[in-house]
């Protein structure tokens, strides 16, 4: 299974960006998705997930701006950001893993996650 994360760059507080990670091999339908990013020498946080049977979290600290879409047919995650602040700015990760069950703890931590994506950056100038 490979995941490709793309669509990030520089963009002002206030603008928007569009993220998507194309998914090749396995099951895309079956997959549990996530949105996960990092800083520079911190820890990779939970940013949104999008189960397999179709209900979506978003991190309390993006809710309102983000929203996270996968199109089956397409094989590809998304993760729609809007109003952009300079603390968005960071390395954006998707990951997929196939169990059947995924309960909220699990979804919501990168260490459940078996695939990753290499990675894209989002900066947001102030």
């Not at 069950?101 to 699990?106: E, Y």
Request: glycine share 10%; net charge positive.
């Amino acid at each position: 299974v490979q995941l490709q994360a793309s669509g990030g760059g520089l963009v002002q507080a206030g603008g928007s960006l569009r993220l998507s990670c194309a998914v090749s091999g396995g099951t895309f339908s079956r997959y549990s998705m996530g949105w996960f990013r990092q800083l520079p020498g911190k820890e990779r946080e939970f940013v949104a997930a999008f189960r397999w049977t179709g209900t979506t979290h978003v991190a309390d600290s993006v809710k309102g701006r983000f929203t996270i879409s996968r199109d089956n047919a397409k094989t590809t995650l998304y993760l729609q950001m809007n109003d952009l602040k300079p603390e968005d700015t960071a390395v954006y990760y998707c990951a997929a893993d196939s169990p059947p069950v995924a309960i909220l703890s699990q979804i919501q931590s990168d260490s459940w996650y078996h695939y990753w994506g290499q990675g894209t950056l989002v900066t947001v100038s102030s």
